[in-house]
Each structure stands twice: as structure tokens, then as C-alpha cells.
């Protein structure tokens, strides 16, 4: 919509500086500079001048861009050259090129809001306008349907019930990212669909999201669709694992994460949401859908979102994402497969080495005491436990040193038959042999959680490396 | 007095409440009709495709036996890992070596 050379003013009746500039306006006209003024609020303000636009409907008032009424603009060529907001003799004196202006008025008075940012309308205007760069398909509710059982009876849901997915909401959410609407961002297993920021956005904000966290959704995104994750054999596979979600780095703290006191536990919203949309993206974009592709035998509590952040500023030791070549202040989402946790309690060690020796004891039992090289775990090491390994000096790289050293196992334990249990290793691989609990890269260690307890948890993975999954890390992109 | 546009602004609540926006991916994966089943095994080759979990060749073995007994023949595969779909060389191998493919799940 092109605006008419030469000077445009915006305003509204409901406005005192509008009122107080009226006779400006007619004075400027007088010295035969064309003004439009375009009025929010009613056609006949400001009956003074005679070039009024209705702009009730606030269309000029969103397109241009106006914050403040009354707003003046120079026009030139079809193009704003200048703009002055409020009153202020000298910059309306300089932008219409009249002097002097506006005798006996104070010599400034803000203005007030524009109608077209009022909270209670700036979202309906939103659709109107910007609600045409939105692709996805629109379903129509029927009035009396109630929009969250609507979501359930389309299987929009994990479950629990989503937040309904308007283009007002998912507008709102779009803001959170620089990234257009329709950029691909990866192609999601098991259908292999090719997924938009859009459509991220949209089950982000199913799933409860706040804007600030969709560049964390998209990287959980980026980093679940890639062949060393596998989230296609990890939706397949009947056994517990799910998409474990680590973030790193000041986005953490940004957006409200919890990295202390129950935070692989209920109750803080980022936590919350950001595993749960990777999944919802999971289901409904790319259709793993449980009973359907996903054919766990049980699942697990943690496949509606397990994400949490790592507790960097209270650790002793390097960050994961520091671990894994990341450069400091930089944000990442870690993905790992696993599902848990399960507890390490230990309230007696003082001495690293005995605390290191209970870790291996519980970490030799993961998946099962006599399986061993073919799985994943992660370590999440409490504060009060790794004070025990600060206090003697042990870096992070020196824990699983020791604990390589201590989960290198008699492979006679191991072979099937043994201890009377037919399950373990083939007797070829294993008898006479010693064999690794994890391989090197297959146990991941983080710090997180709250700050009394004398316990570290286990969240134990799934197939490790190339034949299954492998713990894939991207960067947080604004 | 002149008009931009006509009318009073709509509602926002009515914009927001009636149309939701689908989380999707607005297709259904594209069906694939099935080849008709063969009506016999005479001048067949079979594939026999292991998926690479435990027991499965065991059971192929079998399968292996009793097609040999009928004078079927028959050629092995191996997926490199279950957790992953079939390479698209190894598929492409079986199409173009094979008529028919039995792949087995066992543990």
C-alpha cells in the first residue's frame, strides 16, 4: 500500500498530542504542503484537515510500521525518507519544512500508542496481514468442537494435550528464530519428509513452547535426523530408548533450564517442552507413531521428553559440549539415545577411587552384567559426587580412565552359560579374552543435578555406535 | 472522506479459535501396491535376507533347506546391521539377482 507524497501523518481521536497537533496539521496545509492523515480511530478526526484516510482497519498503520501516534512521515518518490514520532516543534519544523509551527504549543509532548500495537488487537492484525507467508495446510474447526479434543481425535497428540496450533500462536513462535519460515531444516524419519521451520514451530508450539526455545527444537531437529543418530532404528526398535536431549552453553540459562535441584524430573517448562516437540516433529512429520513404526515393547516415561541442561557453572570438569570440540560460549543440543535413569547411590565414598569403583559396579549391570562393548551409556555425575573427584584433583578425562580400567571385563564372566545365565557373549569373541564394558566414545559423562544427595544417575543408551546410534551435537543457530 | 479499505477490523479471537494450523506432514506415505505373489516357485531365484539379529540365520538355514528340497534356488544376503534399513546397493542387488525375497526376524 503506497503511501501519497509528500507528508502523511497517523493518528487517533482517542489521543491527546493527536488532538494537540490538529491545528498543526491545518497550518502546514496552509502553506501549501500536502498532508494525508490517516486516522485509527474515527474517519472524521481531525476535522480540521481534508485529505483524512479511514485506517480503522489499521492496515497502513501495521504495514508502515507505526509504534507511536501521532506519527509524521515525509514521502517521497513512494518512499518514507523521514519520520517523527510524538510532537516535538523542531523535528516537525524540519521534517515539513515550515518554520515556525505550532505557536503557543509546548515545545514537546510524546505520543501515544498506535492502535495497531495494542496487545488485544496486535495478533488478530498479525494473522491478517502476515498470516499469508504461513504454509501450512489450515484445518478448519467446527465452532462447537472443542480445539484440544480436535487435536486428539486428528492424533496430533503424544497423549497429553497439546496447545492448539493457530496461525496467531505459531506467528508468535516464528519470532523466536532469524530463520524463514520455509527453509528446510531436515528430512524426518521414518516417512523422510523434508521439515520446514514452520512446521517445527507448529509442534513447538503443540507442545508447549515458549519463542525463545524453537532454536533449540530445531537443533534437537538437525541433530535427531542424521545418519550417525539413527532416529529411524531408534523409533523401530522394541526396546526402551528414546531421544535424550543435552543442552549446553548460555542458551541454557537464557531460556530458563533447569541443570539442578529434580531436573530429570517434572516442572520446568523448557525442560518440558523441548524433548516433547522433537517428538511430536517425530510423529507427526515424520509418522512414527507408537504401535505404528515405533514398536517398543515398554517405552518409557522419558519418550514425552527427556531434556535437560548440563550444570556447567557449579562443574569441576569440562562441559560436554566442550568435550566434543565445541568452543566455550557456545550453545548446543547433544542428542543421545537412552532412557532411565537409573540411580547410583552412594553416600559413604569420600575417596575417588572407591566412588569410582561403585560407578563401574552399576555401570557393569547396564542393559545386562554380561553384555558388554555393544551398548551406550551416559553418567550424569551429581555436585556432591563430583566435589569427591575435584577434591583429589580428578579431571573428567582421569574418571573414565579408571573407569575403563575398572569396567575391563573377564570375558569367561561373560560368555553365555556362565554363572548359569544363558544370556551373554558368544564364547568366540569373549572366553579367555578381556572385553571393554563400553568401547571409547560409548560412555558419556555430564554434570548436572541438585545440590544435596550423594547420588549420580544412569541414564543407560542403546546400540552404540555406527550399528546403532551415536551421540550427535549441533549448534544452537539464532 | 476517503476509504483504504472497507469494513471494521475483524476479531482477532475468531481468527485464532476456528483455523489451526497442520502439524503434519500433509501426506500419507505413498502407498505401494504389492507384486502379485507368484504362482509357483518353478525358475525362481529366492533371496534370503538376513537382518543381522541373532537366530535369524538359523531359522534361514531352514527356509534354505526346504526350498533346496524343492529345487528352488536360493542366494544369501545380510543386512550390516538390523537397526537400519537395507543399504540401497544390497537392495538393488537382491532386485536385480532375485524374484522373490524372504527376510527373517528372529531372537
Not at chain 1, 518512499?79 to 515556525?100: C, I, M, Q
Not at chain 1, 537409573?342 to 560407578?359: G, Y
Amino acid at each position: 500500500m503506497r503511501l501519497p507524497e509528500g507528508l502523511v501523518a497517523v493518528v487517533k481521536s482517542d489521543c491527546p498530542t493527536c488532538r494537540l497537533v490538529e491545528p498543526v496539521l491545518a497550518e502546514i496545509a496552509t502553506h501549501g504542503h500536502p498532508v494525508t492523515v490517516y486516522s485509527q480511530d474515527d474517519p472524521a478526526f481531525p476535522a480540521s484537515v481534508a485529505a483524512r484516510v479511514d485506517d480503522r482497519d489499521l492496515a497502513v498503520s501495521w504495514q508502515h510500521r507505526i509504534q507511536t501516534v501521532p506519527t509524521l512521515l515525509r514521502v517521497e518518490n513512494g518512499a518514507e525518507v523521514a519520520r517523527t514520532e510524538g510532537w516535538s516543534r523542531a523535528d516537525w519544523e524540519a521534517l515539513a519544512a515550515v518554520r515556525p509551527l505550532g505557536a503557543g504549543l509546548p515545545a514537546h509532548r510524546p505520543g501515544c500508542g498506535s492502535r495497531s500495537v495494542d496487545p488485544a488487537l496486535a495478533d488478530g492484525l498479525r494473522v491478517r496481514f502476515d498470516g499469508g507467508r504461513l504454509r501450512a495446510r489450515r484445518v478448519e474447526i467446527a465452532e462447537l468442537e472443542d480445539e484440544i479434543e480436535a487435536a486428539y481425535e486428528r492424533r496430533w497428540t503424544d497423549g497429553l494435550p497439546v496447545v492448539p496450533p493457530t496461525a496467531a500462536r505459531v506467528l508468535r513462535m516464528l519470532d523466536g528464530t532469524t530463520r524463514a519460515p520455509d527453509e528446510i531444516v531436515a528430512v524426518v524419519p521414518p516417512d523422510l519428509v523434508p521439515v520446514t521451520v514452520e512446521k517445527v514451530a507448529i509442534n513447538a508450539v503443540m507442545a508447549g513452547c515458549k519463542p525463545e526455545y524453537l532454536p533449540v527444537v530445531l537443533a534437537a531437529v538437525e541433530a535427531a535426523c542424521t545418519d550417525s543418530f539413527n532416529m529411524h532404528g531408534l523409533l523401530c526398535t522394541t526396546y526402551f530408548s528414546g531421544p535424550v536431549v543435552v543442552v549446553n552453553g548460555p542458551i541454557a540459562a537464557e531460556i530458563g533450564m533447569n541443570s539442578g535441584v529434580n531436573c530429570l524430573g517434572q516442572g520446568n517448562r523448557a525442560n518440558a517442552t523441548i524433548g516433547r516437540a522433537l517428538q511430536l516433529v517425530v510423529q507427526n512429520v515424520g509418522g512414527g507413531t507408537p504401535g505404528g513404526i515405533d514398536r517398543a515393547t515398554f517405552g518409557g516415561p522419558g519418550k514425552y521428553s527427556f531434556c535437560f541442561a548440563e550444570d556447567e557453572g557449579g562443574s569441576p570438569w569440562t562441559s560436554l559440549a566442550a568435550e566434543r570440540g565445541f568452543a566455550p560460549g557456545t550453545s548446543t543440543v547433544s542428542l543421545f539415545a537412552g532412557h532411565g535413569p537409573s540411580a547410583i547411590l552412594d553416600q559413604i565414598s569420600r575417596s575417588p577411587e572407591s566412588l569410582a569403583r561403585s560407578f563401574a559396579a552399576k555401570l557393569r549391570a547396564a542393559h545386562h552384567p554380561k553384555i558388554v562393548v555393544a551398548m551406550a551409556a551416559m553418567l550424569v555425575v551429581s555436585p556432591e559426587h563430583a566435589r569427591v573427584f575435584a577434591a583429589a584433583g580428578w579431571s573428567k578425562a582421569r574418571l573414565r580412565a579408571e573407569l575403563e580400567a575398572l569396567l575391563l571385563l573377564d570375558g569367561d564372566e561373560l560368555v553365555r552359560g556362565a554363572g548359569g545365565i544363558e544370556e551373554g557373549m558368544p564364547a568366540a569373541l569373549a572366553a579367555g579374552q578381556r572385553l571393554p564394558k563400553f568401547r571409547t566414545g560409548d560412555l558419556a559423562i555430564v554434570h548436572a543435578g541438585g545440590g544435596a544427595g550423594l547420588f549420580s544417575a544412569i541414564i543407560e543408551g542403546w546400540v552404540a555406535g555406527e550399528k546403532g546410534s551415536q551421540l550427535t551435537t549441533r549448534e544452537v543457530r539464532p | 472522506m476517503i476509504s483504504s479499505t472497507s469494513g471494521a477490523p475483524s476479531s482477532a479471537a475468531e481468527v485464532q479459535t476456528q483455523t489451526l494450523l497442520d502439524p503434519t506432514s500433509e501426506r500419507r506415505p505413498a502407498g505401494r501396491a504389492r507384486v502379485a505373489r507368484p504362482p509357483s516357485l518353478d525358475g525362481r531365484v529366492v533371496a534370503l535376507l538376513d537382518i543381522s539379529k541373532p537366530r535369524g540365520d538359523v531359522f534361514l538355514a531352514h527356509l534354505a533347506e526346504l526350498l533346496a528340497a524343492r529345487g528352488v534356488a536360493v542366494r544369501r544376503y545380510m543386512k550390516p546391521t538390523f537397526t537400519k534399513p537395507a543399504p540401497a546397493d544390497l537392495r538393488s542387488r537382491i532386485a536385480r539377482e532375485c524374484h522373490l525375497v524372504i527376510e527373517a526376524l528372529a531372537d
